[in-house]
């Protein structure tokens, strides 16, 4: 069974910095697109940040400048460096990756970590 964990959230001052990690486990054959979602209280799920096998990335121009995604292909882990961190910032920051398990490909999502922003 595939399983995406995260670590790395926490509470940070703004203009601190933070990583977030993701790994998938399981019997996996590939990871294609692996990517960031954020979810503040009260706000629908966003988009932040993907990249694709050979390391192309985009990002929502809210981040641009200020966080990077990366990725590890061997560990099937994706990271996301976040830098320069606002309070809008806080959420709670959900990973992504499109999975191809022998079987099937599909979208797997990760339990989520808290991020927060404030003085």
């Known amino acids: 069974q595939v399983q995406l964990v995260e670590s790395g959230g926490g509470l940070v001052q703004p203009g601190g910095s933070l990583t977030l990690s993701c790994q998938a486990s399981?019997?996996?054959?590939?990871?294609?697109?692996m990517g960031w979602y954020r979810q503040a209280p009260g706000k629908e799920r966003e988009f932040v940040a993907r990249?694709?096998?050979?390391?192309?990335?985009n990002y929502v121009d809210s981040v641009k400048g200020r966080f990077t995604i990366s990725r590890d292909n061997a560990k099937k882990t994706a990271y996301l460096q976040m830098n320069n961190l606002k309070p809008e910032d806080t959420a709670v920051y959900y990973c992504n990756a499109n999975i191809f398990d022998y079987e099937m490909r599909g979208d797997y999502w990760g339990q989520g970590t808290q991020v927060t922003v404030s003085s």
């Open positions: 990249i694709n096998r050979i390391g192309d990335a």
């Open positions: 399981g019997n996996i054959f590939s990871v294609n697109t």
